[in-house]
């Protein structure tokens, strides 16, 4: 008895199977949910059988009933699902049509280049420090032990301003200032425009950005800034990149390198150096000028412009675009 | 070179690390591809010419017919011949030609057109051992190639070839030496008398000179002249090219004066005389102070001291007798007169920066071999050298521990010792100690710290470990004020607002018209052009050129904003103000299918856009009257108790027209430090109210006299406690209501934090506020 309920049990499902194909509106839905679940469904008049079983196979036909049925449940519940999905489709949109545009500002490209530095550097402590760029001729050459008739001032360009001001041609002033106002230990970095007596072409501009940093401290040396500066190139340009310091001049260092960066350009295959930052250990007579003991303090300053590491990372040729603000510049970063 | 066998790249590589960088390596033999070796078979003259020949030329692989012009060529020699498709130096492509309708397939060529010299008579013929059909460029022997090196100025000793090529040696750990010139002894007859007197010894420690004799002027031998060429200087005669042959060899520059010229026979050096006058060789007259140094014969000057001879006493065709001067002058001394007369020479910019004043007597006797050697004569006076307090060495005492300090690695003292003894130091063991006494010719080296450095770079900078245990150190500081700047940029970010940055320089008309007077304007004392000869007074007289770029390039909705200084002129001093400006142009939403004519901005735009950004830094107490600066059509200014924080508004169209700006565009300007001080960075969470609530509108009606600003606060201070938020959402005036009335419509919001309202007690409120507005303003409800 109970294997025929059964086998009837499976011609049902078959018969589901069936009619369930092909079902493609609400109405056919309904017509088929009501022929096997509705009052007179074929589905609930199975279980009539149930009564007609002794009591020890009740369990068994109970168990496969409710299967059966919470199979065809789920089946019309994933059918109306599969219905509705294609009803929305049905809505006639152009999904093409472009949609609404809102204003987004950006932040000039120099000044994302200036964040990731600030970035690396506030990492290990350095506070940011801003100063002026009407600056005098103090801060700007004679602490940084420039003098009045040294030569390095032919390396420097100057715009003059009356009363004996002129516009710093570097962010070192900042550091003359903080290190007038506070003690060691310094470790600070000094962003800022900078300006220097140059006809703007694709490589110069009379006003560009520069970054400098300065740490003062009892054990700081020259191991330490290569390591420092090493770990910020790879930051900036990428882990595996590869630098070299050469030795050079500063007033206010020494000994002063220049830190070249090995450039591979894609088109051509070809790798070459590249100068990127200088810098060196903080010259005595710097700090004989703020009245820090170089017996004491030691320290390391480095220096970069910004402009130069924008235009290396984002392949701009031509310094000015930087100047024009042109949106549709401005939008691509 | 004798003792290093170095390719171009390494030399390129040493130099470079080395800290003279080699900025460019220029061939001194150009590309002569297509240049082959050929030999001449047979020549016949070019019937109706006078001076062409038609030669039959093998080259080994073929035999061609090439027709010649110079009166040299001759059967059997050997020729340099540019084949067909050769370009030759100075970009001349050989092509097959005719001439007299006879084919010339090449150019038989001078040495000239191979730029290889400038001898022009005639084609360059080679030795009967030249291969014919080889490459040309085999005969010439390895060329020299120029190292363009840019030398730091505390490298003087750099400023001649000797100082590079000792550089060389010392990175290959070989002790350098340099020859001592021969020349004959005991040529010394007095009948030309020479005497040298110094007046000022500190500006002059040094002054040498020797007389020669019965010299023939006349061009230099092509080597010398090449070599000067090479160096980029113009071959004058044999005398002149010597003098200044041994400055770029030695570093230290030597003149010559035409003795005959130097009255008395005597040299004296000193101070020139307030407003005293001299010609320089270059015809100008200079104007000179008290500080100048002259060289003088008995009567006048002759010189302007290591900066330039004069027009009376330089070498001429006519010379026959020469006084050589090789001198060592205090470097300020020169570069003050340089600099003031603004007149750099080679001489002065190696005097300027120091010779070695211990290094005359070898430089004259390298001299003297030339001359006799390239324009005869004779020497004719003894060697006068006046050096009354000779220059010494200093003494550095280099502390081993100190070396260590600063470079951050331990360096046996011993190898410190050795690259001190390579630099020609002279160095002796004191304990952990070395007491270093440089050579002169390396002014530089004065401190213990420069010889650090001296160390370091021969040690090599990349030798050096690398360290990082010692970076990190939080230190308990902050710079709040560069915090708020960023919190600045990123709100107006989100607003749609994007950085923009100019150069803050502009032209006075950019600027003038900013400024109630002129007389405020910060003027650049040297300015590159008229462009850039003032500082900006606002960010606009910038930035509104990067509104013109963007128009003008049909980029029409445009909002940028710029933080930097702005520069005043007052009576003593540059007063420098950090702001931060905006200009917006264009329409308030950007035109597409879904806003086909959207709203242009207008000064609401502009004050809700900050009412946005001074929300956000929390800054409140803020006050806005309807006045502004001339260069606003019309404006509001932001005002913080009584100071001005700044203003906004629309832009003078005079102001546009001198950008050519035919837009409007709207503009605010805020002073950065002045907000700084009113920002509020304390964030502490107000609860928000768990209870609904209940909102009523009331439309009013008032004279058209009455502020909005007036009737919100009155609403405020009336409503009590419950009242949450009032929002003004229509202002209507026209033909439906009285012409002198205006109607605002109010959408007031009440709320209690700790309960649910009921209906009357705002009714309540309601009642009060409006008859508190209608004793004070006369407002009626409108229906």
Known sequence: MISEIIQELDHIKANFETDSKGVDNDKDLENLRIKYMGRKGSVTDAFKYMGKLPNEQKPILGQKLNVLKTEIQDRLACIKQELEGQTRQKINIDVTLPGQFFFLGKIHPIMQILDEIKAFFMGLGFTVELGQEAENDFYNFEALNIPPDHPSRDMQDTFYLPNDLLL?????????????????????????????????????????????????????????????????????????????????????????????????????????????????????????????????????????????????????????????????????? | ?????????????????????????????????????????????????????????????????????????????????????????????????????????????????????????????????????????????????????????????????????????????????????????????????????????????????????????????????????????????????????????????????????????????????????????????????????????????????????????????????????????????????????????????????????????????????????????????????????????????????????????????????????????????????????PPTFRPDLVREIDLIEEIARLYGYNAIDDKLENTINVLDRRNSYADFIDQIKKILNSLGVSEAITVSMAAPKQCHPFLESASVSAPIINPLSEETAVLRPTIASTLLSSIAYNLNRKNSDVRLFEIGSTFRQSEKYIDEKVCIGGLLTGSVQPKSWLNQSPDPLSIFSIKGLLQQLLGELQISGLKYSADSPAYYAYGVTVKHKKETVGHFGLLASKILQVFDISAEVFAFELDLKYLFSLFNRKKIFTEISKFPAIDRDIALLVDTKVTAGEILTTIKNSAGKLLKNVLLFDVYSGDKIDHNKKSLAYSLIFQSPVRTLEESEVSQAMEKILSILQKRFGAQLRD
């Not at chain 2, 060789?281 to 290591?306: H, S, Y």
């Open chain 1, 168 to 333: 710093r041609t570097h962010t070192s002033p900042v550091q003359i200032r903080t290190m007038e106002k506070q003690q060691p230990p310094i470790r600070m970095l000094a962003p800022g425009r900078c300006f220097r007596k140059d006809t703007p072409d694709a490589t110069h501009s009379p006003m560009f950005h520069q970054v400098e940093g300065l740490v003062v401290d009892r054990n700081t040396s020259f191991a330490e800034l290569k390591g420092i500066l090493l770990a910020f190139s790879r930051k900036i340009f990428g882990p595996e990149t590869k630098i070299r310091f050469r030795p050079s001049f500063f007033p206010f260092t020494e000994p002063s390198a220049e830190v070249d960066i090995w450039w591979e350009d894609e088109k051509q295959g070809r790798g070459k150096w590249l100068e990127i930052l200088g810098c060196g250990m903080v010259d005595p007579a710097v700090f004989e000028a703020v009245n820090y003991d170089p017996e004491v303090y030691s320290g390391y300053a480095f220096g970069m412009g910004i402009e130069r590491i924008a235009m290396l990372k984002y392949k701009i040729s031509d310094i000015r675009t930087f100047y024009n603000n042109d949106i549709r510049f401005l939008n691509q970063f």
């Open chain 2, 1 to 437: 070179m004798s003792g290093l066998d170095l390719t171009d790249e390494q030399i390129n590589e040493k130099l470079t690390m080395l800290g003279l960088e080699v900025e460019e390596i220029i061939p001194t033999v150009p590309d002569l591809t297509g240049v082959v070796i050929g030999k001449v078979l047979h020549i016949e003259k070019v019937a109706d010419s006078d001076h062409l020949i038609c030669c039959q030329v093998d080259l080994g692989s073929e035999q061609v017919q090439i027709i010649c012009g110079a009166p040299n060529v001759a059967a059997g020699q050997k020729v340099p011949v540019a084949t067909v498709g050769t370009i030759l130096p100075g970009g001349f492509k050989i092509g097959k030609a005719k001439l007299r309708g006879i084919e010339s397939k090449g150019m038989i060529c001078s040495e000239k057109e191979l730029n290889i010299s400038t001898a022009a008579d005639g084609i360059m013929v080679l030795p009967e051992s030249a291969e014919t059909g080889r490459p040309f460029h085999d005969l010439l022997n390895t060329p020299d190639s120029i190292f363009d090196v840019f030398i730091t100025p505390n490298r003087p000793d750099c400023l001649g070839a000797v100082g590079i090529a000792r550089e060389l040696c010392i990175s290959e750990n070989i002790f350098f030496k340099t020859p001592l010139a021969e020349i004959p002894a005991g040529v010394q007859a007095t009948e030309m008398p020479l005497a040298i007197e110094i007046e000022n010894t500190k500006a002059c420690p040094r002054y040498s000179g020797i007389v020669i004799r019965d010299v023939t002027i006349g061009p230099s031998p092509q080597w010398l002249a090449d070599r000067l060429e090479n160096l980029g200087l113009r071959s004058i005669s044999n005398i002149v090219d010597i003098t200044n042959f041994v400055m770029l060899e030695s570093g230290q520059p030597i003149h010559a004066f035409d003795y005959d010229k130097i009255t008395g026979g005597k040299i004296i050096v000193r101070n020139a005389r307030a407003d005293e006058k001299f010609i320089t060789l270059d015809d100008q007259e200079r104007k000179l102070i008290e500080d100048d140094l002259l060289i003088c014969d008995a009567e006048r000057a002759v010189a302007i001291a290591g900066i330039m001879g004069g027009l009376d006493s330089e070498v001429t065709r006519q010379t026959k007798n020469i006084l050589l001067e090789v001198a060592y002058f205090n470097p300020a001394t020169i570069r003050s007169t340089s600099s003031r007369l603004d007149l750099s020479t080679d001489a002065s910019k190696r005097f300027e920066r120091g010779v070695d004043p211990n290094n005359t007597a070898k430089v004259s006797r390298r001299a003297i071999e030339l001359i006799l050697q390239l324009a005869g004569g004779q020497i004719n006076s003894p060697f006068i050298d006046v050096y009354p307090e000779p220059i010494q060495a200093v003494t550095i005492k280099l502390r081993n521990t100190q070396i260590q300090r600063i470079i951050g690695k331990q360096i046996d003292l011993q190898q410190s010792q050795q690259f001190l003894e390579l630099l020609e130091c002279q160095v002796s063991r004191d304990g952990e100690n070395l007491i270093v006494k």
